[in-house]
Every structure is written in structure tokens, then in C-alpha cells.
């Protein structure tokens, strides 16, 4: 798989306010330089794994701007 996929992934499956594809107009943005990609987000993501974007178990789910 390469960066220009991942970021796609990416895009699609990141939920702002429990919509996916939807990146909160400037909450969340996704940077790709060559095979990196760099992902910020000026609210905290939730604790909850999303399943399938990440081999580690990193959350890309923002859905709760205030996780407990």
C-alpha cells in the first residue's frame, strides 16, 4: 500500500462529530510528503480504537472532543 492510498483510507474513515469523511472543516487535516503522512487535529481523539487504519490500535475516530 502506498502514501496516496493510506491517506485516502484515511480521509474516509476519520469521523468528526460521528461523521466519517467529514474532517470538521479544518479540525483535523492529513499532510502527505512522499511516504510520510502526518495527520493533526485541534481536538483530542477518542480513546476508542477504530478498527482497520491503524496496525498499532491508534484511534482516528474523533467523536468526543472532550474523551473522559
Not at 26 to 53: D, L, N, Q
Amino acid at each position: 500500500m502506498d502514501a496516496a492510498n493510506f491517506e485516502q483510507i484515511l480521509q474516509e474513515r476519520i469521523k468528526v462529530n460521528g461523521k466519517a469523511g467529514n474532517l470538521g472543516g479544518g479540525v483535523v487535516t492529513i499532510e502527505r510528503s512522499k511516504s510520510k503522512i502526518t495527520m493533526t487535529s485541534e481536538v483530542a481523539f477518542s480513546k476508542r480504537p477504530s478498527s482497520g487504519t491503524s496496525c498499532r490500535g491508534e484511534s482516528s475516530d474523533i467523536d468526543d472532543p472532550d474523551p473522559v
